[in-house]
């Protein structure tokens, strides 16, 4: 009795806050139509409004950590771009988007959407992006990308039923407001149903870009728990386009879940980057977590004495026991005299650890396409992995090791000169010919000039 007066409750409080049709007979954004059963349903689009009163304008890469919306005296930007306005979903993309230092988190998924936000905004599209409060104004305008932010969910809601509300309706209403062309999410998590939700009801192309192997597999590792597992699900299911990295995601996306994967190569752009050096530091950067494997690398560290070795990373604070073991791999690393441990760097200023490195190290057992090798690559550094994330079938441009001695092995044959010097043109040529921003940009025009035409098509 009592689990059937929840069971009414949830379904009154869903209905209620308009993340399920009410009414019977209307269709389930679950039940999404074929093609050819006709028209879907569609709103009237605009330009996204910005109330003058709490709207700040924020410069590239400044430090921007909590700004006083009130003090705030620049104009509200007018857009004047035609192309399709495209929003990214992405509660933790602030820090990475405006430079604050006031949040560690910068992420694999944040950094790519960051580089493509920007992209696209100098290719014309309109970019807004919706994400999580970080202590900024309500609407933060950013490089030319707007910036919505959505309320800190705090008490609100049912205990117990607070991922419904706030936590999902909260993204539904920042949609609403915004009011895009074409919803992007990127990173498996419950929050993507609430996207696939709103671009179904409001007649948008919803796109998944797909970050970790691990999302894909059929006994899938994230997301953790088993509710968000089942609402990601249906949100990749209910996806019109569905961006994945490497050659291998395309196959799992195929197999598991039977849909068509578009393979776009992860893009990255540095104007100022420096170049690698062969008498330089072995680096290494990422999330400090055990799916890295940080303590290869301070092994690593260990066996080559006479080498320079620099590890950089903060803590996974979305994890309960994050702090207590990126301590532990702090404390590992003080004993290794020849290796240094920087800690969190922001992303702003990560490129200068790149600088002069001999090579850089990644030690995680699974990735979909890391950005250390891109920020690597850009600048002539050979990279040594245990993923050999292919975007071309048979062509990578990391050097794969099969295990920890491979990876001391092919460390060793770096330090002649001739080796280093190959294996520096290899990767530097691979990036400009496939990770380019040019390149990736002309895959991403012809995806939403489809998705749109299609839309448009069913209307």
Request: proline letters at 6%; charged letters at 25%; aromatic letters at 8%.
């Amino acid at each position: 009795m009592r689990a059937g007066w929840r069971h009414r409750l949830l379904f009154k409080i869903v209905t209620q806050l308009r993340l399920l049709p009410a009414r019977a007979g209307t269709r389930s954004w679950r039940e999404r139509p074929s093609r050819s059963e006709g028209e879907r349903r569609g709103t009237k689009h605009g330009g996204c409004t910005m109330n003058p009163g709490n709207s700040v304008a924020v410069s590239e890469w400044i430090d921007a950590p909590r700004v006083d919306a009130a003090a705030a005296q620049a104009p509200v930007v007018e857009r004047s771009r035609s192309g399709p306005h495209i929003c990214f979903v992405a509660m933790n993309i602030y820090p990475t988007l405006t430079g604050a230092t006031h949040v560690e988190t910068a992420g694999g998924a944040e950094v790519q959407q960051t580089v493509l936000a920007r992209a696209l905004v100098a290719d014309g599209f309109r970019v807004s992006v919706l994400t999580a409060d970080h202590g900024q104004p309500e609407v933060v305008e950013c490089g030319g990308v707007q910036i919505r932010r959505v309320p800190d969910p705090g008490t609100r809601g049912i205990r117990g039923l607070r991922f419904i509300h706030p936590h999902l309706t909260d993204v539904v209403a920042g949609l609403r407001q915004i009011d895009p062309d074409v919803v992007y999410f990127r990173v498996a998590g419950f929050r993507a149903a609430a996207a696939a939700w709103y671009a179904r009801r409001a007649g948008k192309p919803f796109v998944y870009a797909c970050a970790s192997d691990l999302e894909l597999l059929a006994d899938a590792k994230e997301p953790a728990t088993r509710r968000d597992a089942f609402l990601f699900r249906m949100a990749l299911r209910a996806a019109d386009g569905v961006l994945v990295q490497n050659v291998r995601q395309q196959r799992l996306l195929k197999e598991n879940f039977g849909k068509d994967g578009v393979v776009l190569p992860n893009c990255y752009m540095e104007p100022d980057a420096g170049t690698g050096d062969p008498d330089g530091h072995v680096l290494w950067v990422g999330a400090i977590r055990p799916l890295k494997g940080p303590e290869v690398f301070i092994d690593l560290a260990r066996r080559n004495p006479s080498l320079r070795f620099r590890m950089v990373g903060g803590a996974d604070r979305q994890d309960a026991g994050g702090e207590a073991y990126f301590e532990r791999i702090r404390a590992l690393a003080g004993e290794v005299p020849n290796l240094q441990f920087v800690g969190y760097v922001p992303f702003r200023d990560v490129g200068r650890q790149f600088d002069n490195a001999r090579a850089l190290v990644n030690t995680s057992p699974a990735e979909g396409f890391p950005n250390t090798f891109l920020q690597a690559w850009i600048r002539g550094i050979p990279t040594l992995s245990f993923v050999r994330p292919e975007v071309v079938p048979g062509e990578s441009g990391t050097i794969a090791c099969a295990d920890a001695d491979e990876l001391a092995s092919r460390l060793a044959e770096l330090g002649r000169a001739a080796t280093w010097r190959a294996a520096s043109q290899a990767c530097k040529a691979h990036f400009d010919r496939v990770h380019g921003v040019d390149a990736a940009l002309i895959g991403y025009r012809n995806l939403f000039k489809r998705l749109l035409g299609e839309r448009a098509a069913r209307q």
